[in-house]
């Protein structure tokens, strides 16, 4: 069922000239979209496979750019003439650390990832969004317990080094890997057991040694701190299996953090409930416009925005589709617009006429959302 969010997720009907106000400036540094350009200060290869990005933030920016240990940045990339718009988290700490930096692996024909790892380096600028993501440190006396696989290391060493930085918690990470030759930041994680020989303990499993992790291997990490913080991010199947282990474990749910590195390619359908799916009955349209160009679309009632524009055969931006991720953005230039969920954007975004048309239902008449170009 669709529900009705309760303000201030309900639009309020806009109009084109309330887009075309200016937004605002800081120090002549434009603000008025939801990226920003970024200079790259250096690349790093971590390993074969995994390169990391640091980016300068420039002081007008710093504010904006403020982050939370496990907090992702999104990112426009042109690839080949191509706008695609992916997340990556910040493996960086926001306590000890002055740089943002994330870590991209490369993946099977991945387009972006393999376009970082051939084509990026220091001195392009890169455009991106503000921190975003709720799979954060959260304030709690109690251990802090992590599983990171493969890539999904770079939110949980984010969270690692900052409740080591600021906090007396313990800590534990279990990290599963291919092999010892696919480990990201191997040496950054000695270096931080030597330093904190009391508090943290990492343990590596290999999947060529070791075989994938399981249930035992959970429960051995765990122990008997049942009321820790679990945070996971990982492969699909490391994910599932710790989690169910945890649950059956006796762990809370509310203590159970999980990130999923969904993409665009490999994103689930959106559940909508659509009201009507009869050809011409309760069918009318909303006009979109992506890349520069206008199109007017079909609309069955109930469906969201990038749902309607998907099943048009355009090919808007997205990755959560739940809500989280920023991806989808676009401005609310015309008509109202319902946010089924909404954890991403703020009260002045809302304010300006951003949504999220992975979470927009446009209520019954005339809707014009605009891609930010
Ligand atoms: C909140 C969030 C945070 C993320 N943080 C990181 C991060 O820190 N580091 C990082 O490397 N990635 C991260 N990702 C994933 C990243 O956004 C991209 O999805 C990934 O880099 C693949 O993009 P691509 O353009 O190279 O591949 P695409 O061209 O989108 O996909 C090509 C093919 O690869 C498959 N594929 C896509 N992603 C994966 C995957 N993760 N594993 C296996 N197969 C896949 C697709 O199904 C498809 O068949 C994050 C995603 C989210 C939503
Ligand atoms: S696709 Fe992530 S918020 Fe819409």
Redesign the pocket.
């Known amino acids: 069922m669709l529900s009705v969010p309760p303000e201030p997720w309900r639009f309020p009907d806009v109009s084109e000239s309330k887009e075309e106000q200016a937004l605002g400036e800081i120090a002549g540094v434009d603000l008025s979209g939801p990226y920003h350009s970024l200079r790259v200060a250096r690349v790093i290869d971590e390993t074969r496979d995994a390169r990391s990005i640091v980016l300068e933030i420039p002081d007008p920016l710093r504010d904006l750019f403020a982050y939370r240990a496990g907090q992702?940045l999104t990112f426009r990339f042109e690839v080949a003439g191509e706008k695609?718009v992916?997340?990556?988290?910040l493996a960086s700490c926001p306590a000890s650390e002055s740089e943002h930096k994330?870590?991209?692996?490369r993946?099977?024909?991945?387009?972006?990832?393999?376009w970082i790892h051939e084509a990026l380096a220091a001195g392009h600028y890169v455009e991106v969004m503000r921190p975003a993501?709720l799979f954060t440190l959260r304030n709690r006396d109690r251990a802090v317990v992590l599983f990171g696989g493969g890539?999904g290391i770079?939110p949980c060493i984010s969270i690692l080094k900052t409740a080591l930085a600021t906090t007396d918690r313990k800590v534990r990470l279990l990290y599963a890997n291919r092999d010892e030759e696919s480990v990201i930041f191997r040496d950054e994680l000695r270096n931080l057991e030597e330093r904190y020989p009391e508090r943290l303990s990492v343990v590596h499993r290999y999947d060529v040694v070791h075989g994938f992790a399981d249930e035992a291997a959970v429960r051995e990490h765990v122990g008997a701190d049942l009321d820790a913080d679990f945070y996971v991010c990982g492969?699909a199947g490391f994910m599932d299996v710790v989690e169910r282990t945890l649950l059956a474990s006796g762990v809370s749910r509310e203590h159970v953090f999980i990130?999923?590195?969904?993409?665009?390619?490999?994103a689930k359908k959106p559940e909508v409930e659509v009201r009507s799916t009869t050809p011409g009955a309760g069918e009318s349209r909303i006009e979109i416009v992506l890349g520069g160009k206008t199109h007017e679309i079909p609309w069955l009632a109930g469906e969201t925005v990038l749902a309607a524009a998907k099943r048009a055969g355009l090919e808007p931006p997205f990755?959560?589709e739940e809500g989280y991720?920023g991806c989808c953005m676009a401005k609310l230039v015309e008509g109202a617009v319902d946010l089924q969920s909404n954890d991403c954007l703020d009260r002045s975004q809302l304010a300006e006429g951003w949504i999220l048309t992975c979470q927009g239902v446009p209520r019954e008449g005339r809707v014009r959302v605009r891609y930010p170009d």
């Open positions: 992702f695609l992916r997340c990556y988290s994330v870590t991209i692996k993946i099977a024909d991945g387009r972006v990832s393999n993501g890539s770079t492969p990130e999923r590195f969904g993409s665009p390619a490999g990755a959560c991720c």
